[in-house]
């Protein structure tokens, strides 16, 4: 497959009129332009334009691009200062010679409100193609054209810097390092490169570089790659809808869901990165009822991109608490996986359109930081709401229903809030009913509070019994219909037979901890 610069060329070769350059580093894609050109890049007039400086040349003050805006300017009789405004700036580039390459900053930000630019880039269409100039659109990944110009407008995405590019970046950081600090004389290995490239895969050229500068010690030569990887979860975190979850999670701070422990074992070593999707029941609520059309774009959206890029999609489904989200940081703090958190409904905005700007940004960083292998986890609680057609997502990586754990897992579990939360001589309390929050919740209480568990547990009231009409009605639905976290095979309830009553914690002797 071409890549973008490839794609460019081809494009000039034939006379394409227009390009939409989507791209996350304007400058790069610029620089990645000129060094295309190579030796015509002196005979070649470049021009830019932005809201601030308007019309300008590339280049020195006598460069080819400076010598052919000052001759369109005049032919326009316009002053070059007036070309701030997109629309002047259009109408000058009317009189463009032979060869102009013209780079067009954000144009978004400047044909929503004023329409006189789309008429302007359409009156251009045929004489940039009689002449052989080119218009290049540099807007950002998520940005969509406009309806009038979809169709006369090469669309091009230009991804971020590979690995390849990236170990390119990093090599010229501990050069540059070398000739300006003596004392910086070590070359990176393949192991160090290795590690930069993963720390720092998913950003922009110039960000990356400046992160590979500022974290190379000078005088020993050596990379802090855990700051790489902070400056990395900082840059994507202030992405709408996107967070780095930040914990240390292991298999060892988990206890229960062997079925899904097995299956998720198996198939963490084939991705790159987890992306968990918390209650995608509410993420998606209300596609069908939301007069804006904003909630039902985003799924469309969502669902075009998991099918396009076969993303792998589970399901974990059950009652609340019942450790749905806690496995899933488990597995990937065991595989060294990263582990994002995907928000789409943090992705609206008010501006109808802009929630697909930000998805499009969202997934395509996900893209770039994976290298296209995505293992995506949803958790719910219940399937209202859902579409028949988003659920059919995730029939490879399967729909597994998370229950309350029963009385062996409710052991392992307290023994590891006991460990956690540094609870020395204690007997464990009746825990029927509980979930792994509740028993979570009873053992941080007798830290906070200074109290036994037995004691803790009369201020736990469980879900499973303050709500158990709901949950049996969630359990009921799951029973046959979907696999089990903690067993093999697909899941099996048996309704209780009588009416479950209020919980009274009870001590049972003898089941000590030191």
């Not at 990944?141 to 979809?150: F, R, S, W, Y």
């Not at 290995?189 to 010690?217: R, T, V, W, Y």
């Not at 037995?454 to 949950?471: D, F, G, N, Q, R």
């Not at 639905?477 to 919980?503: C, I, M, N, T, W």
Request: charged letters at 25%; a negative charge.
């Amino acid at each position: 497959m071409k890549n973008f610069i490839e794609k460019f060329s081809d494009a000039r070769s034939v006379g394409t009129p227009f390009i939409n350059a989507r791209t996350a580093d304007p400058a790069s894609t610029i620089a990645n332009v000129g060094k295309m050109l190579g030796k015509e890049l002196e005979e070649t007039p470049m021009l830019s334009w932005d809201s601030i400086h308007g019309l300008k040349g590339l280049g020195e003050k006598d460069c080819a691009g400076s010598k052919a805006l000052a001759s369109m300017a005049q032919l326009a009789g316009v002053e070059l200062g007036a070309s701030i405004d997109l629309p002047i700036a259009l109408g000058i580039l009317e009189y463009a010679g032979e060869d102009v390459i013209v780079f067009v900053h954000n144009p978004q930000l400047v044909w929503s409100d004023d329409k006189k630019v789309v008429q302007g880039i359409w009156n251009l269409r045929d004489i940039f193609c009689a002449n052989g100039s080119m218009l290049v659109l540099m807007t950002g990944a998520g940005d969509v054209l406009p309806v009038e110009l979809q169709q006369d407008i090469l669309v091009l995405d230009e991804p971020l810097p590979t690995r390849e590019e990236l170990a390119a970046i990093v090599t010229d950081v501990y050069t540059h390092a070398k000739e300006n600090h003596k004392a910086c004389d070590v070359a990176p290995d393949a192991k160090m490169l290795k590690a930069c490239c993963d720390a720092l895969i998913g950003l922009p050229s110039f960000p990356a570089s400046q992160a590979a500068a500022m974290e190379l010690n000078k005088d020993t030569g050596m990379m802090n790659i855990p700051e790489l990887w902070a400056r990395k979860k900082s840059v994507i975190s202030q992405m709408p809808g996107l967070t780095f979850h930040q914990g240390g999670e292991t298999l060892a701070d988990m206890y229960g869901c062997d079925s899904f422990r097995k299956f998720a074992i198996r198939m963490v070593k084939n991705v790159s990165l987890i992306l968990r999707v918390d209650e995608i029941q509410r993420q998606f609520a209300g596609s069908e009822t939301d007069s804006s059309g904003s909630t039902g774009k985003l799924i469309g959206e969502f669902m075009t991109w998991v099918n396009d890029h076969q993303v792998i999609c589970t399901l974990a489904l059950g009652v609340p608490g019942s450790s749905k989200s806690h496995s899933i940081y488990c597995i990937g703090g065991e595989d060294n996986k990263p582990v994002i958190n995907y928000d789409p409904s943090a992705m609206e905005d008010k501006l109808v359109g802009e929630g697909g700007k930000n998805m499009r940004n969202a997934n395509r960083t996900i893209e770039s930081i994976s290298d296209g292998k995505v293992w995506l986890i949803a958790t719910a609680n219940s399937l209202r709401g859902l579409p028949p057609e988003l659920i059919s997502r995730f029939q490879v990586g399967g729909i597994f229903f998370f229950d309350a754990p029963d009385a062996e897992e409710r052991e392992g579990i307290m023994k590891l809030k006991v460990k956690k939360y540094n609870l020395v001589d204690q007997t464990f309390p009746d825990m029927e009913g509980w979930t792994g929050r509740d028993i979570d919740n009873c053992a941080r209480k007798a830290s906070l509070l200074g109290m036994t568990l037995a004691e803790a547990a009369t201020y736990v009231v469980p879900l499973m019994k303050s709500h158990h009409e709901e949950m049996d009605a969630l359990r009921n639905s799951a029973h046959d219909r979907f696999l089990s976290a903690s067993k093999p095979g697909v899941y099996q309830y048996s309704a209780p037979s009588s009416k479950v009553e209020v919980h009274k914690p009870v001590i049972t002797a003898g089941r000590k901890i030191r």
